[in-house]
């Protein structure tokens, strides 16, 4: 990956999905934002929004980031969610982490990792 930040940003989402993914076989999608400061705060649904699709609540977060954006000083971004996709060199769709990144330099980049889900756990 290009950047640190974007690194230390993945470094934060994706364990959080592999934990949710072993303790409860899904998850709904949630984001973080690294500050100037380097701080990172981490976002996920309201229980009023939990009842919304995947897809709204990507909305929800790319919104409330771009609003953020505005009034304070954001190095990075990143949203994570559960997608299936085909991986490369296949034809069969799987289950994915989907990882969006963003910076504020506006490097943009979105990982896939792709997993099996089975009875014993992911």
């Known amino acids: 990956m290009a950047h640190p930040d974007l690194h230390v940003l993945l470094d934060e989402l994706l364990p959080l999905a592999e934990e949710r993914l ?21 976002y996920k649904a309201s229980r009023e929004a939990a009842q919304a699709t995947p897809k709204q609540l990507i909305g929800l977060f790319s919104d409330a980031f771009r609003q953020q ?3 304070e000083d954001i190095r990075a ?13 296949e034809s069969n769709k799987c289950h994915a982490i989907c990882v969006r990144l963003e910076h504020h330099s506006g490097l943009g980049v979105t ?3 792709p997993y099996r889900k ?3 756990g992911i």
Do not use: D, R
């Not at 072993?22 to 981490?42: C, L, Q, R």
């Not at 971004?77 to 085909?86: A, F």
């Open 118 to 120: 089975s009875w014993l």
């Open 22 to 42: 072993k303790k409860h076989g899904s998850f709904n999608p949630y984001g973080s934002v690294m500050a100037i400061t380097a701080e990172i705060f981490h």
């Open 69 to 71: 954006t505005l009034y």
């Open 111 to 113: 990982l896939y990792l």
């Open 77 to 89: 971004v990143g949203v994570c969610q559960e997608v299936k996709m085909v991986p490369p060199g």
